[in-house]
């Protein structure tokens, strides 16, 4: 596997493959991989001749009082997992190769509307970072795809509209949230948890298939489903940012005859904040 730690030998990297005419796959990721990530890196070597993975923990999708230096970094150990999943190359940029005139002065991108709502109104500026940074990177790596979680699924939804909408040239998959035996979707915030505090986490899956198996019996008060899982949850601890039944496309309130809905869930477990979602397709 190439390690590339600059975006000229990524350049003449990109450059051979596309040369020799392989097809090249991407997942951008902040590193401290599991098995979440690497499904989609599997996935990307199902698809493509070449497959790279870029680690950056990204400063423009943090905000002021967030986890951006207690995320944590595991450099070597996510070379090892890549390695293992026979991965072409990794591109690790560094803060001042992605951002050189500062982040004040950085020309950035936004997707108006779904940007600012659940995570967007929860935490400002956070779509704003992502897109940036997906876009650069889209522009360094030139992939003919790039796969992205359906954990993040309304970043998943930012990043389609942005590539819409900017007529980029490259196809872009979600792949299904991986799960924890307990139900708990992986995320590298997991590793924050304390073992008590993991235990409890894997009930907001629970949560949310009970949420679903309502809806799909026909329930569309959504409302009083949203405010019974609240409860439920905070009853177990948690502090509730959003549970919220939206629209999968527009990610506003469900209406009785969406046809594409999902669940969307935001809680913090101590000061760890977690997400997850579940779709729910109805015949209405
Ligand atoms: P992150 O490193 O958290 O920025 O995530 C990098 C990519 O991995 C994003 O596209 C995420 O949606 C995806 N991802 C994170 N956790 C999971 C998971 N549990 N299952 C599938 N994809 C995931």
């Not at 209406?255 to 869930?265: G, S």
Request: with cysteine; net charge negative; hydrophobic share 45%.
């Amino acid at each position: 596997m190439k390690v590339v730690d600059s975006i000229a030998s990524l350049r003449a990297l990109i450059g051979e493959w596309k040369r020799q005419g392989s097809s090249v796959g991407f997942v951008p990721t902040m590193g401290n991989l599991h098995d979440g990530h690497l499904k989609l890196v599997k996935r990307a070597k199902a698809h493509n001749d070449k497959v790279i993975i870029s680690i950056f923990v990204n400063p423009m999708q943090f905000g002021a009082n967030e986890d951006l230096d207690a995320y944590p970094r595991t450099i070597e150990d996510d070379k090892a997992k890549l390695i293992g999943e026979g991965a072409d190359a990794v591109f690790l940029p560094s803060v001042q190769d992605m951002y050189p005139a500062g982040l004040d002065v950085q020309t950035f991108v936004e997707v108006p509307g779904i940007s600012d709502v659940l995570c967007g109104a929860s935490r400002p500026g956070h779509f704003r970072g992502v897109a940036t940074v997906v876009n650069k990177l889209f522009n360094m790596v030139q992939p003919d795809d790039a796969f992205f979680g359906e954990k993040d699924f309304q970043q998943l939804q930012v990043i389609r509209t942005m590539v819409r909408d900017l007529s980029m040239a490259v196809t872009v998959h979600g792949v299904p949230t991986e799960r924890e035996a307990s139900g708990l979707a992986m995320s590298s915030r997991n590793g924050y948890l304390s073992t008590e505090e993991k235990a409890k986490a894997s009930l907001i899956y629970q949560a949310m298939q009970k949420m679903k198996l309502a809806i799909e019996q026909g329930d569309t008060n959504f409302a009083d489903i949203e405010n019974s899982a609240i409860s439920e949850l905070e009853k177990e601890g948690f502090k509730n940012d959003y549970i919220k039944v939206v629209n999968a496309q527009t990610f506003m309130p469900a209406a009785a005859d969406d046809k594409q809905l999902v669940i969307v869930v935001a809680l913090f477990m101590g000061t760890t904040r977690l997400i997850d979602n579940l779709q729910i397709t109805r015949e209405v």
